[in-house]
């Protein structure tokens, strides 16, 4: 017979497990934090984590095994309860709060509402798209129609929420919606770029970090995981970029515009950008709902990565100075583990996702489709790939000099 207090210990790592995976943290991490937790109270137990099923398997004594399957649904990223989550478990290792404790605390960290209102939620999307617009485009007109749009997109994304059919389609339906609105402000004679346009009202949407995570896994052996990440997440990408075709197709048809018109005539100075990231990086706090005590390590980590990554591609070539970017934010947000002694993940996230291509592979998308280019600036698509190897080269390299104290 099992004691009451393995019992406990087994059923606080299971609902554990599930509440890391809402928040979003990886495969190979949340195995990694279980198996710790697991030896730190002498259980033997070993753990299979994907995106849409748990199996957790203890083993009390060589004869005798327990084995838990749950099926799961792939979540996004809310780093405020995952920095509520690992305080519950350090209470736990300190015997702050007993095991009946703790498993109500999960409970209630579940039912947590956002630390930021629908306004601020809206707020947050908005300012998103419009700070990528103002990152990668000189024209006021896209960045003032990215910002609304981003609005719109907001919206269908709340409606989602409460409706299973809209739920299945939302990532189809944002930017074909975008794309004829687009399409109908474009006909007015308003000089604004539709695709460059569309692609920022839904660049939360975008699966940049999603490939990254994918990768990540792939790199630390977690193939199963990594591999179904990966092809979720080049799904999402033919999904959004369909709907901004079949938008485009219709609008175009419905009013003859050219689709790539540049406004030139209220282009902004250089220095935009770094107001740009700062404002991108503000969005993302919200996006991720991120604590306010993180605030600042959060935006700082955005502002970190394109600087130094802009400085260091001016010597070293794009794809290093994307290098040296993930590995000064790595560093930094290990930096914030120790200080803190919260999940590095919860700053790391916030800076790397300005630092991975996934509106590169958008366009590229864009290109290989229709010939066409969104963005007269962007480097060649071929190193696109070698980006994401150079983002996780750096995330690798700063883990080695300057490992976190915790495994999430």
């Not at 999402?236 to 609008?251: D, E, N, P, R």
Request: net charge neutral; charged share 10%.
């Amino acid at each position: 017979m099992h004691s009451q207090i393995y019992k406990l210990q087994i059923n606080f790592i299971i609902k554990l497990g599930l509440a890391l995976h809402r928040c979003g943290a990886t495969s190979y991490r949340i195995e990694n934090h279980l198996t710790n937790l697991a030896k730190f109270w002498h259980i033997e137990a070993s753990f299979l984590v994907t995106p849409t099923a748990f199996t957790f398997i203890f083993s009390s004594n060589p004869d005798e095994q327990h084995t838990h399957i749950v099926r799961v649904k792939p979540a996004g990223n809310d780093l405020g309860k995952l920095a509520t989550i690992d305080e519950i478990v350090e209470k736990v290792v300190d015997s702050q709060v007993t095991l009946d404790q703790a498993i109500e605390l999960l409970v209630e960290a579940k039912q947590q509402p956002g630390f930021y209102g629908v306004k601020t939620e809206a707020l947050g999307w908005c300012v998103t798209g419009g700070a990528f617009a103002m990152l990668l485009s000189d024209s006021s007109l896209d960045i003032i129609s990215s910002f609304f749009f981003s609005f719109l997109v907001f919206i269908l994304y709340k409606l989602s929420a409460n409706s299973s059919r809209l739920a299945s389609i939302v990532e189809f339906f944002a930017p074909f919606i975008s794309a004829i609105l687009a399409c109908f402000i474009a006909s007015l004679e308003v000089n604004i770029n539709v695709p460059f346009v569309i692609l920022s009202s839904v660049i939360i949407f975008i699966p940049g970090l999603a490939i990254t995570v994918a990768l990540s896994e792939i790199v630390n052996k977690d193939l199963v995981s990594g591999t179904s990440k990966l092809v979720d997440a080049i799904m999402l990408l033919f999904k959004l970029y369909f709907g901004a075709l079949l938008g485009i197709t219709l609008g175009n048809l419905i009013w003859t515009i050219d689709p790539l018109v540049l406004d030139v005539s209220y282009s902004l100075p250089d220095w935009k950008n770094y107001i740009a990231v700062v404002a991108l990086s503000t969005g993302l706090v919200v996006a991720f709902n991120v604590h306010k005590s993180d605030m600042f390590w959060g935006i700082s980590a955005g502002l970190i990565a394109y600087v130094v990554s802009t400085f260091a591609a001016q010597y070293l070539g794009f794809t290093l100075g994307t290098f040296v970017g993930s590995f000064t934010v790595g560093l930094f947000s290990n930096i914030y583990a120790i200080i803190k002694n919260r999940p590095a993940s919860i700053v790391l996230i916030q800076g790397i996702v300005l630092l991975v291509p996934g509106s590169r592979t958008y366009m590229d998308l864009n290109t290989y489709i229709s010939g066409h280019e969104i963005l007269n600036n962007i480097n060649d698509s071929g190193f696109v790939f070698m980006i994401f190897i150079a983002i996780l080269a750096g995330m690798i390299l700063a883990n080695a000099i300057l490992p976190a104290k915790k495994s999430l």
